[in-house]
């Protein structure tokens, strides 16, 4: 399984570090509700197609990508920089 | 029909021609009391308990494949009860006592042997910790044997003692620990739900679940919608799209979990060894192959197939702890789907619906709990109540934060476990 890292390009999976579904990149409000805390650090679509996930490139740039694949077929389509995606310094 | 040396005998003699169906292909009925979603070894073993403790007749499996075809004859088949933290060590070890006396129970052979697991350690520290676990599983009623270095060469000689990184400086040992063989217990658990009653229907994947003001009714499928008073989910990997079917989102992502079996060899390795350190477990089946394995792979999937980085760290660790088994060629290798909570322990509970229970989460280690995972499920089920093995495997420990099953101790988060 490659990576098409946008800072790097098609790189092996070996070089990077998984951490799960893309939602935690959006992280709720301090206030928000015990529900939605919920949902966001435990609950998971967990879909059987594509899937969206977050992947550290710790053997390469060091960047955080959003990668969208295939769970069913290990297909990866596509990879976007988590800056780039909720602009800098979030 | 019911096995016995006697009638292996005669059937021997006579040709064979006597032997029956373990189980009837009904059928499904336009309604039951109870259906039970998934025929692995869960839901077969919940069926089976429906049947024989509580007494419940008329309850289906429904499978969308053939039964065992899922996780439980992908497993490895170690069958141990050597967990630590309250929630866990009552309930396998309540599970190991069900193992040990199964085959009496199904008449059937389901080959479980206990052999002895050998848990290693190769630090002070971990000698430490393995001490400690040792002592939870004896006051638990388990058996446990700290062994110094001397004490696994005379089990193991075989090992490579002296390896640089991860030198052996002894081993947890688990008498009682073993292995089984894992689409025979499935068969046997089918084999009994279905002489008690139970259908056992066969490619009928469900596609929906149907719900009125809050209550479950039941369930559409590929052979047609069923009703039912109280439906479980029991589908491993697959929770999280039954899940969907009624609304719900649960705490669990689903990852490939891979296993590999060499050529079948003379027997050569007697006892099931694990080896946290590289990631590496080993057993030899009675065929003779060796069977092994190691760590998910690490990223969610439902290929049940595995990527390569995974198979040479599980080559590599293999070599490190034995380097005689580079003579043997692998046969075959497969994954299996994990259903992965972020604690590393299963749920047996209620849902919010009314009448729709699920028994999932068993990530990488749901073989051992077949039995008792079936026998609380099913009181769950019969009675409303949580059994007293089973009652922290709640669905809203994550939420409250209470209760939480982290037997790793490395947190509550999922990719952790
Ligand atoms: C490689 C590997 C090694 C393992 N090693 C061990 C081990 O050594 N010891 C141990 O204790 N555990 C081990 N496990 C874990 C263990 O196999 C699982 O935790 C356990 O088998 C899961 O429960 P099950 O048997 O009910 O699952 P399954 O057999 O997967 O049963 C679920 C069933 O649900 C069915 N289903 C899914 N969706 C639907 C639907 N919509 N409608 C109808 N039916 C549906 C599936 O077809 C399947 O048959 C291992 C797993 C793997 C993959
Ligand atoms: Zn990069």
């Known amino acids: 399984m490659r990576i098409p890292c946008p800072t790097c390009g098609d790189r092996d999976r070996r070089e990077f570090y998984y951490v799960g579904d893309a939602q935690i990149i959006n992280r709720p409000s301090p206030e928000a509700s015990e529900d939605i805390w919920n949902d966001y650090l435990h609950n998971r679509d967990n879909p059987a197609g594509v899937t969206k996930d977050l992947w550290y490139h710790e053997n390469g740039c060091n960047s955080w990508l959003v990668v969208t694949r295939n769970t069913t077929n290990h297909e990866v389509q596509h990879a976007e920089l988590v800056t780039k995606l909720k602009g800098d310094g979030s | 029909?019911?096995?016995?040396?006697?009638?292996?005998?005669?059937?021997?003699?006579?040709?064979?021609?006597?032997?029956?169906?373990?189980?009837?292909?009904?059928?499904?009925?336009?309604?039951?009391?109870?259906?039970?979603?998934?025929?692995?070894?869960?839901?077969?073993?919940?069926?089976?308990?429906?049947?024989?403790?509580?007494?419940?007749?008329?309850?289906?499996?429904?499978?969308?494949?053939?039964?065992?075809?899922?996780?439980?004859?992908?497993?490895?088949?170690?069958?141990?009860?050597?967990?630590?933290?309250?929630?866990?060590?009552?309930?396998?070890?309540?599970?190991?006592?069900?193992?040990?006396?199964?085959?009496?129970?199904?008449?059937?052979?389901?080959?479980?042997?206990?052999?002895?697991?050998?848990?290693?350690?190769?630090?002070?520290?971990?000698?430490?910790?393995?001490?400690?676990?040792?002592?939870?599983?004896?006051?638990?009623?388990?058996?446990?044997?700290?062994?110094?270095?001397?004490?696994?060469?005379?089990?193991?000689?075989?090992?490579?003692?002296?390896?640089?990184?991860?030198?052996?400086?002894?081993?947890?040992?688990?008498?009682?620990?073993?292995?089984?063989?894992?689409?025979?217990?499935?068969?046997?658990?089918?084999?009994?739900?279905?002489?008690?009653?139970?259908?056992?229907?066969?490619?009928?994947?469900?596609?929906?679940?149907?719900?009125?003001?809050?209550?479950?009714?039941?369930?559409?499928?590929?052979?047609?919608?069923?009703?039912?008073?109280?439906?479980?989910?029991?589908?491993?990997?697959?929770?999280?799209?039954?899940?969907?079917?009624?609304?719900?989102?649960?705490?669990?992502?689903?990852?490939?979990?891979?296993?590999?079996?060499?050529?079948?060899?003379?027997?050569?390795?007697?006892?099931?060894?694990?080896?946290?350190?590289?990631?590496?477990?080993?057993?030899?089946?009675?065929k003779g192959g060796l069977v092994f394995g190691g760590d998910l792979d690490f990223y969610a999937s439902y290929a049940q197939r595995g990527n390569l980085p995974m198979k040479e760290h599980v080559m590599e660790a293999g070599m490190t702890l034995m380097p005689m088994i580079g003579k043997a060629r692998v046969l075959r290798s497969w994954g299996g789907i994990m259903d992965m909570t972020p604690d590393g322990s299963p749920i047996i509970d209620k849902t919010d619906i009314e009448g729709l229970y699920i028994d999932c989460g068993w990530c990488y280690g749901g073989f051992k709990a077949v039995p008792a995972s079936g026998y609380c499920f099913a009181h769950l089920l019969a009675t409303d109540k949580h059994h007293e093995f089973a009652s922290g495997f709640r669905l809203d420990r994550f939420k409250t934060g209470y209760g939480l099953i982290d037997e790793e101790g490395t947190g509550s988060q999922h990719n952790l476990h």
Request: hydrophobic residues 35%.
């Open chain 2, 1 to 286: 029909m019911r096995f016995s040396g006697l009638k292996i005998l005669k059937e021997g003699l006579t040709g064979n021609k006597g032997w029956t169906n373990h189980w009837r292909d009904p059928q499904p009925k336009q309604e039951y009391d109870i259906l039970i979603i998934g025929g692995g070894g869960h839901g077969l073993s919940t069926a089976y308990y429906l049947a024989k403790n509580h007494g419940l007749k008329n309850i289906a499996v429904l499978e969308k494949g053939y039964l065992g075809g899922g996780n439980v004859g992908r497993n490895t088949t170690i069958v141990r009860a050597n967990y630590f933290l309250p929630g866990n060590s009552e309930f396998y070890s309540h599970s190991l006592k069900l193992w040990e006396g199964l085959e009496h129970d199904l008449n059937y052979n389901v080959m479980h042997s206990q052999r002895g697991l050998i848990n290693l350690f190769h630090s002070d520290g971990q000698r430490d910790a393995f001490a400690r676990r040792g002592n939870a599983m004896i006051n638990q009623g388990d058996d446990a044997i700290l062994l110094d270095m001397e004490g696994v060469r005379d089990l193991l000689p075989y090992l490579d003692f002296e390896q640089v990184r991860f030198p052996i400086y002894g081993g947890l040992y688990h008498p009682r620990g073993g292995s089984a063989r894992h689409d025979a217990v499935a068969w046997g658990y089918a084999r009994g739900a279905d002489t008690r009653g139970v259908d056992l229907i066969q490619n009928c994947e469900v596609t929906g679940i149907d719900i009125s003001q809050g209550r479950v009714t039941g369930v559409q499928t590929t052979r047609g919608q069923i009703s039912a008073k109280k439906v479980g989910i029991v589908v491993a990997g697959r929770s999280g799209q039954l899940a969907a079917m009624a609304g719900m989102r649960l705490p669990i992502e689903s990852h490939v979990l891979q296993a590999f079996v060499t050529e079948g060899l003379k027997p050569c390795i007697d006892h099931v060894i694990s080896f946290g350190m590289g990631h590496f477990y080993i057993s030899q089946s009675d």
